[in-house]
């Protein structure tokens, strides 16, 4: 296991994140908490996780497991807030009212005095930015979270978290946390350099493209019935003929080299300028070990090649990045006063 700095801070983290979405839904308790022990002996020292997953459930098993093996100080542990967690007004957004007690609630699920990397899950178009930080710098001082960064945030606000950042003395961005994999290359037209010029990591997720980069999808075959793309219509943005064209010619790279689509498609991620680390989200032990050795796979200067003839640099056949990212912001400024 490789271990890079997070950003432009001291720590150093893992070559993959696990990521834990899966945990307590698909995911029973036990397999959750099999998984994150493979993982932290197999050298992974990074997990993220988010309230709003299964509403604090995720937390609350990765909170167990790390109780269970005395390893808490040996992760640099990740959480989110921002997202909804109720039906009242202020239960969602990165107010300070909210935002504080979701730290409060977080730390109690996590059964820890504080939170390594404390994310905004989302961009809360309403609350100003200064107050936004205002209230991280608070959390911050009290020693309850160390580091701060964003996920799925538009380069414009990221660069005004950091001037304000900069003016002010107040927590300063370390971490983004985009949508990034070889069918969606978006990030890599502005999102990428911006991050590497100001000393901001990027931790992407979805290195799978919710599966299409796991072989399950096929040109000419129906998607499996289990899977996310199951009811998946003729303008479904994400499962598009062009993605599945993508895949068919992948797929002989990875059977070239020796390993699995999915595993080529973890491999290629930290080939790439600015990445930290791809978070994994495995949601049984199989597909755990599959990331795993997906880091023994080391491709050469012509599979990067032969991956940028099928998409291009900056270029997406599947959409992730637009439409988490600028999609609200475009339908936020159409919508009539």
Known sequence: MEYRQMGRTGTRVS?????TMNFGGRTDEATSIQIINEALDAGINW??????????????????ALAENGKRDQVVLTTKAVANMGDGPNDWGASAYHLTRACEASLRRLRTDR????????????????????????????????????SKWPVTMILEGIALAERYNLPRFVMEQPPYQI??????????????????????????????????????????????????????????PAALEAVEKL??????????????AHAWLPTRPGITGPIIGPATLEHLRS??????????????????????????????????????MVKMVAEPL
């Open 15 to 19: 070559q993959l994140c696990l990521g």
């Open 47 to 64: 997990i993220d996780t988010a309230d709003v997953y299964g509403r604090g459930v995720s937390e609350g098993i990765v909170a167990k």
């Open 115 to 150: 939170i390594d990397l404390y994310l905004l899950h989302i961009v809360d178009r309403n609350t100003p930015i200064d107050e936004i930080l205002n209230t991280l710098d608070t959390l911050v001082k009290q020693g309850k979270i160390l580091y701060v960064g964003t």
């Open 183 to 240: 069918l969606d290359r978006c990030i890599e037209k502005e999102l990428v350099w911006m991050c590497m010029r100001h000393g901001i990591g990027i931790m992407p997720w979805g290195p799978l493209a919710y599966g299409l980069l796991g072989g399950r999808y096929r040109k000419g075959q129906p998607p499996p019935a289990d899977g996310r793309f199951a009811k998946a219509g003729p303008d479904h943005t994400r499962y598009t």
């Open 251 to 264: 797929i002989p790279l990875a059977e070239a080299h020796g390993c699995t689509l999915a595993e080529f």
């Open 291 to 328: 990331a795993l050795r997906s880091c023994e796979v080391k491709l050469t200067g012509e599979e990067l090649k032969a991956v940028d003839e099928i998409v291009p640099p900056g270029t997406w056949v599947s959409d992730f990045y637009h439409g988490n990212v600028y999609a609200p």
